[in-house]
């Protein structure tokens, strides 16, 4: 008697999720970490909260194919589900299961393990979504380049010398849009920041803010900067300026511009936009990896994850604010 004791005792502690469920569904039984999975204080608390596993389920007809699999193969092994736990949150598993039946071949119940892949499938759904977002993004300056690089081959005495001038400043801007894409990659492909190149100079703001605009094809109004130069480095304050402006034009307002200023021996350059303010959830995560401030955006996610890197390898920071009528990206480095 005491063995037996003994092995449900190294059951019910035993890490991993353990469970047994009938043909219909209902949850027969389970170890303390079936429950702990699922934000349970017991197996008790779960049967309360749903009397059939289905109740667990994000989408319940997954069960049936679940249960098609293991009634005609005896077991199914390493079947991918989305289940829900019990504040709401939606976590993925592993069920890896069997069929055990009875004397005369019927089943009497199921029972498997559950093992936690919510990290690796959201990092596939992440990578999935990035390589089709960075196939978008390169996709469509090349194809504008190939298709004006093809009109000017095969059609160039047709087309008057401003028109050629025109298409040729057209290509160059797209294929600076994809060398800087290629860039934000680079950089954020380098997890170890001393491997990223920084070479600092004093330049005046207002130059490189300039520069950044030649390339944009909406017009902002620049206010501010005369006389005040920084200590940084001039491609890579260029880097995050595009970054903060294409940002801006993509995803605010009508209503953009950009207001240079000396803040405590820091020049401060906003970007501002009248789009909708950044609500404070998404604020905690917006320099983040592969996130977009805004909920419409479809870009690859680096941006700002990549300008405030640059910035702070820099002595310099990038932050948000709004004021009440404008978002605000702000970059500020130190002055000189």
């Known amino acids: 008697m005491s063995r037996v004791r003994e092995l ?24 303390r970490a079936l429950s702990d999975i699922f934000g349970f204080d017991s197996v008790e608390e779960m049967r309360a909260h749903s009397d059939e596993v289905t109740g667990f389920y994000t989408d319940p007809s997954v069960r049936e194919t679940w249960l098609a699999e293991i009634i005609e193969k005896g077991v199914v092994h390493d079947f991918d589900v989305e289940l829900r736990r019990r504040d709401g949150q939606v976590m993925w598993v592993r069920d890896t ?12 119940y199921f029972e498997g393990c559950l093992i936690d892949v919510t990290e690796r499938v959201r990092l596939e759904r992440s990578r999935d979504r990035f390589i089709a977002t960075v196939s978008h993004e390169l996709r469509s300056p090349i194809t504008a380049i190939f298709g004006l690089g093809s009109e000017l081959q095969n059609r160039y005495d047709e087309f008057e010398e401003p028109d050629r001038i025109d298409m040729i400043k057209l290509m160059t801007r797209e294929a600076e849009e994809a060398s800087w ?16 190149s920084i070479s600092p100079d004093v330049f005046p703001i207002a130059v490189e803010v300039g520069r950044v605009m030649e390339g944009v094809e909406a017009e902002m109004a ?8 920084v200590k940084a480095d001039p ?32 020049v401060a350059v906003a970007v501002c936009d009248s789009g909708e303010p950044i609500d404070e959830a998404t604020l905690q995560s917006i320099f983040e990896p592969f996130v977009t401030a805004r909920s419409h955006a479809q870009s690859v996610g680096l941006g700002l994850w990549i300008s405030r890197r640059l910035a702070e390898l820099m002595d310099g920071s ?7 009528h404008h978002s605000k990206f702000v970059l500020r480095l130190p002055s000189a």
């Open 8 to 31: 449900n005792d190294f059951f019910e502690y035993l890490p991993v999720p353990l469970y047994r469920s009938a043909r219909d569904g209902e949850l027969l039984a389970g170890n």
């Open 97 to 108: 299961a069997r069929a055990v039946y009875d004397e005369n071949g019927d089943i009497r």
């Open 181 to 196: 894409l290629i860039e934000d990659l680079l950089v954020a492909h380098r997890e170890d920041l001393a491997g990223v």
């Open 222 to 229: 620049v206010a501010g900067g005369d006389g005040l130069s």
């Open 235 to 266: 491609l890579r304050t260029r880097q995050i300026l595009r970054n903060l402006v294409t940002n801006a034009v993509r995803y605010g307002g009508p209503e953009g511009k950009i207001e240079i200023t000396s803040d405590n021996g820091f």
């Open 318 to 324: 990038v932050g948000y604010e709004h004021d009440g």
